[in-house]
Structure formats: C-alpha cells, structure tokens
C-alpha cells in the first residue's frame, strides 16, 4: 500500500487533537475552566503544539509491503483508552475525586508530559515513511539503529506511556494513573509484535541489534 498523503495524516492528527482536548473540556467543565491553571493550560498548549509538529514529518497509516494483520485488535485499547484519559483525570481533578494534593503533582506532571511529547515525535522524524500506524514493514525499510534506537527499540511507545502518566499527574489524577498502565498489556502485544516482523524481515542484523539494546526502559526492561 501507498504512503498516506500528507493531508489524511494532518487531517487524522486534527480531528485527534480536538476530540482530545474537547474532552478535556468537558471534563473539566468548560474551556475556561480547563484553561484556568497554568499547568493545564501549558498541557493544552503543548499538545496543540505537537500536533502542528508531528504532521510536519513523514510519518503514515500505511500497511506497506508487508503488515501484521493480527495485531490491528491493540488499536481498539489504544481508542478507548486514549479517549478515556482526555476526559478522565480532568474530570476527577474538578470534582476532587482521587487526586494528589499540591501544585508541585501537577509541574511534575508537566514536565513528564513534555519529556513523553518528544519522545513520541522525535521517532517520526527519525523514521519518516518507515513510521506507521499499523506493524507493518514499508518499502525500502532498512532498520534503524542510531540516536535514541540505539538505546532503546521502541522510544516512541515510551514517549507515549510518559506522556499519558504526565497528563494524568497534569490533572493530579490517581484513576487517570490507573487508566494509563491498562494500555501496559496492548502495548506489550504491540511491541511484541513489531519485533517478530522485525526479525522475520532483518534476521541475524535484528537479533544482534535486540542483544545490545533495552526494549523500553534503558537499563529495566
């Protein structure tokens, strides 16, 4: 399959953004409230900021040469997660439900929030056509084993787990917390995945590139 143009990867990326942050509004009760603090406000900002950026590389929705068909199940998960943790933690935090007291929980959670952004962009770029929303090899793949991948294989997935953990702290949120290590398991399955095709395409190269490196977490996992 072709590369997604351009277009349907920043339309995809929009519509993304403001169910997301409408989410969060709701949650919280209004933009203006949601907007009210200025931990959550850079949260939002940040976010919009990301997704102007990330449509910027070539990253795609393609199935490419070759796909893992039986591992298009995680996405449901990812869906329903993703958009339970838009509203989720902004709700608790308005309503005072399992949160953590102080200001100081929310620029920690800031900050993860940020590192997990750049970690889940930074991959796009480094990848270009190579990145896709499916596990899939795409035309002319060569593995990637420099920067970042050259610590750790799946630096994206990490950005994505940082960046939800961040959010959820953003709003104080202990069940958004919780929400957050439910996509552990998909994950785990994806990433999973991604290395089987991955070794099936590059053989000895991969197995010798996987003995070398950390999966997610440099130096734990």
Known sequence: MKPSPKWAVALFTVVNLAV???LAAWGWGGWASLMAHPARAAAVLVTVAASVVAPLA???LSSGRREDTRNRWVLVPFL????????LPA???RVDFGTIDGDVTRYIGLALFVVGIVLRILPVFVLGRRFSGFVAIQEGHQLETHGVYGVIRHPSYLGLLLGLFGWSLVFRSIPGLVLSLLLVPPLIARISSEEALLASEFGQQYEEYRRRTWRLVPFVY
């Open 20 to 22: 997301y942050i409408g």
């Open 58 to 60: 070539d990253g795609n």
């Open 80 to 87: 329903v997660i993703g958009l339970l943790t838009g509203w």
């Open 91 to 93: 709700y608790t935090d």
